[in-house]
């Protein structure tokens, strides 16, 4: 089987606004990560994916297979939306358990299944917890737990870590990585240091618009040699805002370390000459740097 999704000139309106507009992406097997703001249309592209919204225009295929064959679709894919939940009721075994029936086990394939699942999101030991009960982070390897439940090709989720404390959206991030070996996995967010974490290939969808597409590196090399870091006094702080991309602040004391991107150096930029540069110097930019600059090309 073709371990690929392809998505050609696809379009996607709601009436009279327009969702998507020709987004061409080819996803191989791996992390791929796409990133853009809330509202770029990033989950109307993961609903298109896992047939829940029809397109308007264009042409889907998952893994070979016409995304208007929503049966064979569904069976190889598996998903994990933003706003996933179970019954309160249900313990963490009962809730898979459920999930697998919708999803066409028998029993007896269940009975070996459910606890291998749930093993392997690292919730075995949690099993009779109720889901009411759970953390954020265990309702989100639960819901990890149910999208590989039927053992997908593809595995789609999206903006998996929002609201996770730091030590759970590592350990999710690990999960992902490991899931990813032999399948598709499609990590759509708005946090950047996710797909800085986890995603060698990327794509960067704005207003419905695909607007990078490549590798991290390709990425990065929008920002070479134009990430500097400052220290000014606080009292120009605005007018540095005001005068440069402005991508981190620590303020102490009188004075701030900033971490701007610029064309020239600030040193022997003219303008705006009434800063006061107590240092600058230029560093290596990250993903969060390049994102931003391409966000306001």
């Known amino acids: 089987m073709e371990m690929a999704i392809e998505i050609r000139n696809l379009t996607k309106n709601y009436g009279k606004k327009r969702a998507l507009s020709d987004v061409n992406l080819t996803i191989e097997k791996g992390m791929f990560g796409l990133l853009g703001p809330n509202g770029a249309g990033k989950t109307t592209l993961m609903k298109i994916l896992t047939t829940l919204v029809k397109k308007t225009e264009g042409e889907v295929k998952v893994c070979g297979v016409p ?7 569904r069976n190889m894919t598996g998903y994990l939306p933003q706003d996933f939940s179970m019954y309160g009721n249900m313990s963490a075994y009962e809730a898979l358990d459920y ?3 919708l999803s066409g086990m028998n029993g007896a394939e269940r009975k070996t299944k459910v ?20 953390s954020g982070g265990m309702k989100r390897r639960l819901g990890i737990a149910q999208a590989l439940i039927h053992d ?7 903006e998996p870590t929002a609201g996770l404390d730091p030590e ?8 992902l990585c490991e899931t990813a070996k032999d399948r598709i996995v499609l990590l759509s967010t708005h946090i950047v240091g996710d797909i800085e974490a986890t995603c060698e290939n990327i794509a960067i969808l704005n207003q419905g618009k695909i607007c990078f597409h ?3 590196a390709k990425l990065l090399s929008l920002v070479e040699g134009k990430v500097y870091s400052v220290e000014v006094p606080v009292t120009d702080l605005e007018k540095v805002k005001e005068s440069y991309m402005v991508t981190g602040i620590l303020t102490t004391g009188s004075s701030a370390s900033m971490k701007i991107i610029s064309d020239e150096n600030p040193f022997t930029k003219d303008k705006p000459s009434e800063i006061k540069f107590l240092s600058a110097k230029r560093v290596q930019g990250d993903v ?10």
């Open 67 to 73: 995304v208007e064959n929503s049966g064979k679709i």
């Open 99 to 101: 999930l697998a029936v």
């Open 115 to 134: 606890p291998q699942m749930l093993e392997k999101v690292n919730l075995q030991e949690k099993r009779k917890v109720k889901v009411r009960a759970m």
């Open 152 to 158: 997908p090709k593809v595995l789609i989720v999206d």
């Open 168 to 175: 759970e959206r590592v350990r999710f991030r690990n999960l």
């Open 214 to 216: 490549g590798r991290v």
């Open 288 to 297: 969060e740097d390049a994102y931003m600059y391409l966000m306001r090309m």
